[in-house]
């Protein structure tokens, strides 16, 4: 069963830098869309930003938009989120998603846990 797993989460400092990691252990299939979630202590899980496999995004979420980018690599099954001028606010687990079309999203990996600290 193909399985994500999420790496580069950890503590840094305000206006910071992190690059999240999230390789597919198998063939995707159909599962064309890989995206980034986040899920901040007593909030709901967010929708960061998805990428087909052509390489298309959708949006990102307001609250990323300037900051975060994300990309792919096809040939090694992972897909990247840059995530520069980090904010206290952007604390959260970021979770790796797969799923068809970038509209739904079944395989999901276990997270990994961001801390920004003011």
């Known amino acids: 069963q193909v399985q994500l797993v999420e790496s580069g989460g950890g503590l840094v400092q305000a206006g910071g830098s992190l690059r999240l990691s999230c390789t597919a252990s198998g063939r995707l299939g159909s599962r064309d869309a890989m995206g980034w979630f986040r899920q901040a202590p007593g909030k709901e899980r967010e929708f960061v930003v998805g990428?087909?496999?052509?390489?298309?995004?959708?949006n990102y979420a307001d609250s990323v938009k300037g900051r975060f980018t994300i990309s792919r690599d096809n040939a090694k099954n992972t897909v990247y989120l840059q995530m520069n001028s980090l904010k206290p606010e952007d604390t959260a687990v970021y979770y790796c998603?797969?799923?068809?079309?970038?509209?739904?999203?079944?395989?999901w990996g276990q997270g990994t846990q961001v801390t920004v600290s003011s």
């Open positions: 990428i087909r496999r052509n390489g298309g995004t959708t």
């Open positions: 998603a797969a799923g068809p079309g970038g509209v739904a999203w079944d395989l």
